[in-house]
């Protein structure tokens, strides 16, 4: 990963030196540069910086790339270190969200090497129908977990249905596999209702749950054998001068084995530039409140941004 690392700065210095005018089409590519920051109550908090190459850019929605990511990992007096190597592909419809794209890299930490992947596709199968398969593969973040080198892939589909302009339903089926043996059934359902059209204010009730195959994983990870949740939320998105904003709050109650219920709170607020300027931003950041080794009261925020120049 070392050599990973002078190798992506290297080939990001040239990048930047070759004069723009060079291009048979200008701002085509581009490069750049991201963070994600998480902390939560159990004092875990994780850091990763990244830095994007991108020679074929044509927003931020149709681009191939190479990102080089360092993290940071710490708890108290543990600490550690990692490098991802990844290959970045995206192809997306913005107007309908239709297209694919993929995050495949190589990621090193505390002794272990991990092939990871992140991908999705998602296409239309009628008129107010459409259907998403998607692929995640990665580390488990806590400290034990990364320690023992726990990484899981979680593998399923989503499936959208309108019912008119203004309700929207969302079903997903997923399995969860853990490289310790465990498995996870997982599954979601969404209502989205749209009050008024012109608005971007939305009204969503959504229930997830998941059942465990093995509850005993030694304190790696938080991990009920059965785990239900219900959440009443509202979203509002709005677009000025082709920039975009959204916020989304919630209360919901989970249920975790046979433990009595217990209250849910979720916060999250993005904002985004135009995808197809010189210069991309996206900002997000977010809060969500449950359960976890310590009891009910498991606090998790993050703030994730990303920088991006054309050339």
Known sequence: MRKATRWLAAALLAFIQVPAQANENPLDRAAGAGFLYTHDSDGFTARRLSLDVMPDYASADAFYGVRLADYRYSRG???????????LARHID????????????????????????????????????ALEVFINRDWVETPSALDAGVAFTFVGASLDQAFGERWTGVGLLGQQYFSDGNRRDHGRLKLIYQPWLDTGLTVQA??????????????????????????????????????TGSL?????????????????RLFEAA???P???????RLRGGYNQSA???GPSYRYRYLQGEWLMRF
């Open 275 to 281: 995808v197809r300027a010189a210069r991309f931003v």
């Open 77 to 87: 007096d543990w600490s550690r270190h990692g490098e991802k190597l990844s290959v």
């Open 248 to 264: 989304t709050a919630g209360v919901g109650r989970e249920k975790i084995d046979d433990a009595p219920g217990q209250t849910t």
């Open 206 to 243: 959504r229930y997830r749950a998941y059942h465990s195959s093995d509850d005993d994983v030694a304190g790696a990870y938080f991990n009920p054998k059965q785990y239900e949740e219900t959440m009443l939320a509202v979203g509002w998105r709005k677009r000025f001068e082709n920039w």
């Open 292 to 294: 976890s080794f310590q």
């Open 271 to 273: 904002v985004q530039s």
């Open 94 to 129: 913005p107007a309908t969200g239709n297209g694919w794209q993929l995050d495949a890299g190589v990621f090193g930490q505390g002794g272990h090497t991990l092939l990871t992947l992140d991908g999705s596709y998602h296409l239309p199968l009628a008129g107010k129908t």
